[in-house]
C-alpha cells in the first residue's frame, strides 16, 4: 500500500554523472514543508518507482548547448547536439524565459516500473541556474557560482543579458580558470561582484576562503537548496 505522504509530496531529483550520490528534494504539499536527501545513487530506484504528486529530474551532464531561440531550427535539435557528443540518448529541449533554447541528453537510466506510475519531468541546471540568476537586477556584471556534487557551475551576466555560462569538475583548477574568465570579460578583481551558491554550505566557505586572495569583493548566497532549485513546467 502507498503512503499517502508520498501521494502529496513532489520528488526532485538532482542528478550528477560520475559521481556516487544523488540529491533528493521533498517537497510535502500537505505540509508546505521541504526535507532534503543525499543517497547513493545505486538506491536511487527505491524512490523513483513509488508514486509521487510529481517527479522531476534536473540534469548537470555536459552534453548540453545553449541557442539563442532567433537561431534555433527545432528540426535540427540532433544535429546541434552531435556536435558535442555521440551519445544515442534521448534528446530533450528546454526553452528558457529570455529566449534561449537549452537542449541536453538524459542519460540516467531509471528502470522505472511498466506501466510508468510517474513520467518524470525532465530538465537541464543550466535552464534552471539561468533562470534565477537573470531574473535578479544587478547594474553591473557580476559572476555567479554554483558548488553541488562534483561540479562547479558558472554564470556572468547583467540584468537579464547573459554573457556566460559553462561548468566543469571542481576538482580543476578553478581559480585559474575565474582569473582568466576576468580578464577575457575586462573584469574588475577588486570591483566585480562573485557569489557563491552551494548545497553544502562548507564548500562555499571553502572556495571564498581559497578566492579571497585574488578577489576583493565575495558574498555567499545563504538560501537553502529549495530557493535555488525551482522547477516550472
Known amino acids: 500500500m502507498l503512503k499517502k505522504s508520498e501521494e502529496k ?4 531529483i538532482l542528478n550528477y554523472n560520475n559521481y556516487n550520490h544523488s540529491y533528493l528534494l521533498l517537497y510535502d504539499n500537505s505540509k508546505r514543508e521541504y526535507s532534503f536527501k543525499k543517497i547513493p545513487k545505486n ?10 504528486k510529481s517527479l522531476s529530474i534536473v540534469h548537470t ?4 548547448i545553449l541557442i539563442p531561440e532567433e537561431l ?11 556536435i558535442i557528443t555521440n551519445y544515442n540518448d534521448d534528446k530533450i529541449e528546454n526553452n528558457l524565459f529570455n529566449n534561449i533554447v537549452c537542449l541536453f541528453t538524459n542519460n540516467l537510466k531509471l528502470n522505472l516500473k511498466k506501466p ?17 540568476y537573470l531574473l535578479e537586477k544587478n547594474k553591473k556584471i557580476q559572476t555567479n557560482v554554483f558548488i553541488g556534487g562534483n561540479k562547479i557551475m ?18 580543476n583548477n578553478y581559480l585559474k580558470y575565474l582569473i ?3 580578464k577575457e570579460f575586462d ?18 566557505k571553502n572556495m571564498k576562503e581559497k578566492l579571497k586572495n585574488h578577489f576583493s569583493k565575495i558574498s555567499i548566497n545563504k538560501e537553502t537548496l529549495d530557493k535555488i532549485i525551482k522547477i516550472e513546467k
Not at 551532464?61 to 548540453?64: A, E, H, Q, S, V
Not at 518524470?120 to 539561468?130: E, F, G, K, R, W
Open 9 to 12: 509530496t513532489d520528488l526532485i
Open 43 to 52: 538506491k536511487l530506484k527505491n524512490f523513483t518507482n513509488k508514486k509521487w
Open 61 to 64: 551532464n555536459n552534453n548540453f
Open 72 to 82: 534555433y531550427i527545432k528540426k535540427n535539435k540532433k544535429k546541434y547536439l552531435n
Open 116 to 132: 510508468i506510475i510517474n513520467k518524470p519531468y525532465q530538465v537541464h541546471l543550466a535552464s534552471i541556474l539561468i533562470k534565477k
Open 154 to 171: 558558472v554564470l556572468i551576466h547583467k540584468n537579464s543579458e547573459l554573457y556566460y555560462y559553462n561548468q566543469f569538475n571542481n576538482k
Open 180 to 182: 582568466i574568465l576576468y
Open 187 to 204: 573584469l574588475k578583481q577588486d570591483k566585480n561582484l562573485i557569489i557563491i551558491s552551494s548545497i553544502d554550505n562548507k564548500d562555499a
